[in-house]
């Protein structure tokens, strides 16, 4: 199935990796590789183009659900809509619980 991108979601994965980047010197290089240039995150989105009603609603629901990273603590929220998946963020699971779901 098509996957298409909220506007944010590129600036969130860039956020993050220069966040970890300001914790420790190369941690940023490190989240940047294992989480994207590893393939998790692509891994993620390829299963959730493959599966996109495979996997679980995100905190009750109807409509946004979530698949989760393995090594960093990310999750990627998305909606499964006619002839698409949009995939709305790309968050922290210690950002508050509602971050990221009221996007279209």
């Given at each position: 199935?098509?996957?298409s991108f909220h506007r944010r979601v590129q600036g969130e994965v860039n956020e993050?990796?220069?966040w970890y980047e300001?914790?420790?010197e190369g941690l940023g290089?490190?989240?940047f590789l294992k989480l994207i240039a590893a393939l998790e995150l692509?891994?993620?989105l390829e299963?959730?183009?493959a599966r996109p009603e495979g996997f679980g609603f995100w905190l009750g629901?109807?409509?946004i659900r979530c698949i989760k990273t393995k090594r960093f603590p990310f999750s990627v929220l998305y909606e499964v809509r006619p002839g698409k998946v949009r995939v709305l963020c790309v968050r922290h699971d210690k950002r508050h619980p509602r971050f990221g779901s009221g996007r279209e």
């Open positions: 199935m098509k996957l993050a990796a220069r300001e914790q420790r290089d490190d989240f692509i891994a993620a299963l959730i183009a629901s109807t409509t």
